[in-house]
């Protein structure tokens, strides 16, 4: 599943064959906005500053609202450096840089952050085909998957798909506004193949309270980051009816249950409740 992301590309604005000379800096993208969204910018945006080989300012795509006010999401982002709708009263950092023109968010960047709801990431793909760089590494903060007539799809496989590039994602039992206030939480990146790639990503997210461990499992890794918000609804479906502890625990047997050949440092970062 999504091994094609690493031995095919599609055509795109800049294929990066300059890139490998000396001094070369990654820029990264956050696609999505929302908490959780404007979260990982926060905190992509206080490592880029402190990381040589990466360009300080991240660019963060808005889907484009108009406030009560009057003013554009985007305009107020940019002005207050906060994300007065999503996540109001959190300074993103000023090297955050909110742009509600999808094409121009990406452009040049070689390491993209998706963080929609999976709902929009359908129309995102598509019209992000031929726009990424061909040499872009991709990571998925999604929880969902796309059901197709032939069954269900990981996101992490639709973005490789549809846009020809590898996909790493990273979960974790994360609720964005208790990291947004610096709260201690940790994540897993689940990487394919390349640890370099895992490691870049693990030093993009990794903050003090913000603690990130790479395991080479994408599979494991996205599905116990999805499925643990079901076993979480049961777990409370049991507290409300008072059944008890006992019963309770028998809620997150089915992950292990139909996720036999993950590893088992996959469940290792992720609270079931
Ligand atoms: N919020 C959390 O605590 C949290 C934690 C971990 C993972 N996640 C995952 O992160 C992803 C993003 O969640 P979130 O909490 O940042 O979202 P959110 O619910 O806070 O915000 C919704 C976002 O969707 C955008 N939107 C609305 N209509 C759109 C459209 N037609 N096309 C594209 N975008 C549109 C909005 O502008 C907004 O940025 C989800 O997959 C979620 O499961 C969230
Ligand atoms: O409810 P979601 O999909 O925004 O995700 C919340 C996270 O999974 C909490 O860990």
């Known amino acids: 599943m999504g091994d094609t992301a690493t031995t095919h590309h599609t055509k795109s604005a800049n294929n990066g064959a300059n890139d490998n000379q000396i001094?070369?800096?990654?820029?990264?993208?956050?696609?999505?906005?929302g908490s959780w969204g404007s979260v990982a910018a926060?905190?992509?945006?206080?490592n880029t500053l402190n990381l040589s080989s990466f360009h300080d300012e991240v660019k963060m795509w808005v889907f484009e609202e108009t406030l009560q006010s009057g003013e554009k999401l985007t305009d107020a982002i940019n002005r207050t450096n906060e994300n007065v709708k999503y996540l109001p009263g959190i300074k993103l950092g000023k090297n955050v840089i909110a742009d509600p023109d999808l094409d121009n968010a990406v452009e040049d960047a070689n390491m993209l952050v998706f963080v929609t709801p999976h709902q929009f990431i359908d129309n995102i793909c598509k019209s992000l085909v031929g726009k990424v760089r061909s040499d872009?590494?991709?990571i998925s903060l999604i929880k969902g998957m796309e059901v197709k007539i032939e069954g269900p799809c990981l996101i992490s496989t639709y973005?490789?798909?549809?846009?020809?590039?590898?996909?790493s994602v990273l979960m974790g039992a994360n609720l964005a506004n208790e990291i947004a206030e610096e709260k201690f939480s940790e994540a897993t990146v689940g990487y394919r193949n390349n640890r370099e790639i895992a490691e870049q990503w693990v030093q993009l997210f990794t903050t003090p309270y913000f603690m990130v461990t790479p395991v080479q499992d994408v599979e494991g890794v996205e599905l116990c980051g999805t499925l643990k918000n079901v076993v979480a609804i049961a777990?409370?479906?049991?507290?409300?009816?008072?059944?008890?502890?006992?019963?309770?625990?028998?809620?997150s047997g089915f992950i292990t249950s139909i996720l036999p050949i993950s590893t088992l440092s996959s469940f290792s970062c992720?609270?079931?409740y």
Do not use: P, W
């Open 159 to 167: 973005i490789s798909e549809q846009l020809g590039i590898n996909c």
């Open 23 to 33: 001094g070369f800096k990654s820029r990264v993208s956050v696609i999505g906005s």
């Open 270 to 272: 992720h609270a079931y």
């Open 136 to 138: 872009a590494e991709a």
């Open 42 to 46: 926060k905190l992509v945006a206080f």
């Open 235 to 251: 777990a409370g479906f049991v507290d409300g009816l008072d059944m008890g502890n006992n019963t309770k625990v028998h809620t």
